[in-house]
C-alpha cells in the first residue's frame, strides 16, 4: 500500500509544491496504515489552513469512505473514467475501428472540457445498454461503463475542475505505486518477511519525502533512539 499526500501551488501550472509519501506492507482492514495517512493529512491541513483539499481517486468505494471525512471536493481519476468510455465505442461501431477510435477521441475532449459532459454520456449509453443487439461481451463491458458512470458521474466535473485549476489525475499515486514499492520490492528473485519489507518501505518514504531523510536524523540526534536487550 502507499498513500501520499499532495501540496498544489494552486496556480495555473497545478505545479505540485511538495509530496509526502507513505509506505506499509498489506494489513487487514488497513487501519495502521490509514492511521498514519490520516496523522499527515492533519498536518498537512495545519500548515495550510486557507488550502482547498481535494481528493481525487479511481472507483473504490473504500478509497471515497476515507477520503470523504478530510477532504472537501472529490474528483474521479479523468483516466479511469475515459477508460470506461472504449466500451461504448465498441457498442457503438462494433466493426468499424476508425469510427471507434474517432467517436472515443470526442467523447473524451467532451467529458474534459464540456460541462455536463459525464451526464450526457451516461444517458447516452444507458440508451445504448436498452439494445439487445449486441453480443454478451460487449453487453457485459457496457453494464460495467453504465455502472460506472451512474455511481460516479457527479465527481467527473472536469470542465469546472480544469476552470478552478484543479488536478484531475491520479496519476502520481499511479507512479509512487512504482517508485515506493515494485521498484525495491519487486526485483527478480526477491523475497520478503513483512518485517523487512516495512523496514524498507519506511527507508523509501524517508528517502523519496524531501526534508524527511534529515529531519529523520536530526530528530534521532536530539532524542536518541531506545534499544532494547
Given at each position: 500500500?502507499?498513500?501520499?499526500?499532495?501540496?498544489?501551488?494552486?496556480?495555473?501550472?497545478?505545479?505540485?509544491?511538495?509530496?509526502?509519501?507513505?509506505?506499509?506492507?498489506?494489513?487487514?482492514?488497513?487501519?495502521?496504515?490509514?492511521?498514519?495517512?490520516?496523522?499527515?493529512?492533519?498536518?498537512?491541513?495545519?500548515?495550510?489552513?486557507?488550502?482547498?483539499?481535494?481528493?481525487?481517486?479511481?472507483?473504490?468505494?473504500?478509497?471515497?469512505?476515507?477520503?470523504?471525512?478530510?477532504?472537501?471536493?472529490?474528483?474521479?481519476?479523468?483516466?479511469?473514467?475515459?477508460?470506461?468510455?472504449?466500451?461504448?465505442?465498441?457498442?457503438?461501431?462494433?466493426?468499424?475501428?476508425?469510427?471507434?477510435?474517432?467517436?472515443?477521441?470526442?467523447?473524451?475532449?467532451?467529458?474534459?472540457?464540456?460541462?455536463?459532459?459525464?451526464?450526457?454520456?451516461?444517458?447516452?449509453?444507458?440508451?445504448?445498454?436498452?439494445?439487445?443487439?449486441?453480443?454478451?461481451?460487449?453487453?457485459?463491458?457496457?453494464?460495467?461503463?453504465?455502472?460506472?458512470?451512474?455511481?460516479?458521474?457527479?465527481?467527473?466535473?472536469?470542465?469546472?475542475?480544469?476552470?478552478?485549476?484543479?488536478?484531475?489525475?491520479?496519476?502520481?499515486?499511479?507512479?509512487a505505486c512504482k517508485t515506493?514499492?515494485?521498484?525495491?520490492?519487486?526485483?527478480?528473485?526477491?523475497?520478503?518477511?513483512?518485517?523487512?519489507?516495512?523496514?524498507?518501505?519506511?527507508?523509501?518514504?524517508?528517502?523519496?519525502?524531501?526534508?524527511r531523510w534529515d529531519q529523520?536524523?536530526?530528530?534521532?540526534?536530539?532524542?536518541?533512539?531506545?534499544?532494547?536487550?
Amino acid at each position: 500500500m502507499v498513500g501520499f499526500s499532495n501540496v498544489s501551488d494552486g496556480g495555473r501550472t497545478r505545479d505540485r509544491q511538495h509530496t509526502i509519501y507513505i509506505g506499509a506492507t498489506p494489513e487487514y482492514g488497513k487501519a495502521t496504515f490509514l492511521a498514519r495517512l490520516e496523522r499527515e493529512i492533519a498536518r498537512t491541513k495545519a500548515r495550510y489552513p486557507q488550502a482547498t483539499h481535494i481528493e481525487i481517486a479511481d472507483g473504490a468505494a473504500s478509497n471515497w469512505q476515507f477520503l470523504n471525512l478530510h477532504t472537501q471536493e472529490q474528483v474521479l481519476d479523468f483516466y479511469h473514467a475515459s477508460g470506461y468510455l472504449g466500451a461504448v465505442a465498441v457498442a457503438l461501431y462494433p466493426t468499424h475501428l476508425a469510427q471507434q477510435r474517432h467517436w472515443l477521441q470526442e467523447s473524451c475532449h467532451h467529458l474534459k472540457h464540456d460541462p455536463g459532459a459525464a451526464t450526457h454520456l451516461y444517458q447516452q449509453m444507458l440508451e445504448l445498454s436498452q439494445s439487445s443487439e449486441h453480443s454478451k461481451t460487449i453487453q457485459e463491458n457496457l453494464a460495467a461503463a453504465v455502472t460506472y458512470f451512474q455511481n460516479h458521474h457527479h465527481q467527473m466535473d472536469y470542465a469546472l475542475c480544469r476552470s478552478r485549476h484543479y488536478p484531475i489525475g491520479s496519476g502520481v499515486t499511479e507512479a509512487a505505486c512504482k517508485t515506493v514499492i515494485k521498484q525495491r520490492l519487486c526485483g527478480s528473485g526477491m523475497r520478503w518477511k513483512e518485517k523487512g519489507a516495512a523496514a524498507i518501505l519506511s527507508l523509501r518514504a524517508l528517502v523519496l519525502t524531501s526534508t524527511r531523510w534529515d529531519q529523520f536524523w536530526n530528530k534521532l540526534n536530539q532524542y536518541g533512539f531506545s534499544i532494547a536487550f
